[in-house]
């Protein structure tokens, strides 16, 4: 369009600027009869004729062409600097965040535990427990066999649990865990210093560890349930809301790891392709 209303002819471009009024009536004459109907705008042509023929044309026109062009910008994901241990320490935290459901499951249990030992029992169970201990020795731990129902291989199975040991242990994991989620606190910030390596291999050992310890507190609860006496009932303690926390930590904190393996593996096949992080 704008070729079709300037070259009109008779315009001289030595005279085109001094001459401009007598050039503007001209191009707006020859732009009627090219785009009957179209608005005509004369501040528009007095830019060409500065552009085209004016002492500093090929100024104007750079400075035109330089606000045109597009400035190539960085976008997608080889772009984002994406941080793996902020992902790892994140998916940690949520991990962590079972600590208060595990100390207070481990306390029930306990007081579950006193309840059962406190109970009558018959002649049959006392000389059981008499030729056990005869057995096992004075310092024998307090072990009680539980049944879990597992997973892969869709069959129930039966595991000795020393119940002071293994409480002990939860308390220990959940006064850790409780130090991770403390961002004042010193396990926190040797956490942040972690390299992502370490923080990977943390996570992954203590989802496993997490696991077992969830079993094992659901077999225990389980097992009390059915081993307390009609009327000791009423003073048993559940954890079914504990156990239902600790599940969804467990499972919020395995989200997160998939999230990171998959933006983990995302970032090197970009690397191989040659748009890895810089």
Known sequence: MRLGITETRGIVPERAVSGREDVLRQIRKRFAAEF????????????????????????????????????????????????FS????????????????????????????????????SLFERLKKWLGGMHLGKNSAL???????????????????????????????????????????????????????????????????????FRRLEALDAFFKRSVDNDQRPSL??????LTAIKNNMVKANQKKHEYSSRKEEAEQLKKLGFGQT
């Open 237 to 242: 303690r559940g954890i079914k809301i504990e």
């Open 36 to 83: 009957p109907g179209k608005p005509f705008y004369p501040e528009l042509i007095h830019e060409i004729i500065d552009e085209d023929h004016g002492p500093n044309g090929g100024e104007l026109r750079n400075a035109v062409l330089a606000k045109l062009t597009v400035k190539e910008t960085k976008s997608g994901p080889a772009s984002q600097q994406v941080s």
């Open 143 to 213: 072990t009680y066999e539980v049944e879990y129902f597992d997973i892969t291989t869709s069959s129930s199975k039966r595991e000795p649990i020393p119940f002071e040991a293994f409480i002990e242990d939860v308390r220990k994991h959940a006064r850790m865990y409780g130090g991770i989620m403390s961002k004042a606190g010193t396990l926190y910030r040797k956490m942040e210093m972690a390299g992502e390596s370490q923080l990977d291999a943390f996570l992954g050992k203590h989802m496993e560890e997490l696991n077992v310890m």
């Open 86 to 121: 902020a992902m790892l320490l994140d998916a940690i935290r949520s991990l962590a965040a079972a600590s208060r459901y595990l100390e207070e499951a481990s306390q029930k249990l306990s007081d579950n535990n006193i309840l059962l030992q406190s109970r009558k029992m």
